[in-house]
C-alpha cells in the first residue's frame, strides 16, 4: 500500500475522531474532501441536478449527526 494512501487513511480517521468530539472543521475537512465525487456519483445515478444536491445534503446532514454520536473508531471513512 503507498505512504500516501495510509496517510489518507489515517487523515480520515483522525477527521473522523474530532467530528465525533463534535468538530466543525472536522466535518467541513471531510465535506470538502468528499463532496464533489460524492455529487458526481448521485448526479449519474439520478440524472437531475436539483435531486443529486439534495440528496448530497441529506447524507452529509444524516453523515454528522451519525458520528458526533458514535464513539471514537467505530466507523472508518476510506477513499
Not at 464533489?36 to 449527526?65: D, S
Amino acid at each position: 500500500m503507498s505512504e500516501q494512501i495510509v496517510n489518507n487513511r489515517v487523515d480520515n480517521a483522525l477527521l473522523v475522531l474530532q467530528l465525533t468530539k463534535g468538530s466543525v472543521a472536522a466535518f467541513d475537512l471531510l465535506y470538502q474532501q468528499y463532496s464533489t465525487e460524492l455529487f458526481a456519483n448521485i448526479l449519474h445515478i439520478v440524472k437531475n441536478r436539483e435531486v443529486a444536491k439534495e440528496l448530497l445534503q441529506n447524507r452529509f446532514r444524516k453523515f454528522g449527526k451519525n458520528e458526533q454520536s458514535s464513539t471514537p473508531n467505530r466507523h472508518y471513512i476510506q477513499r
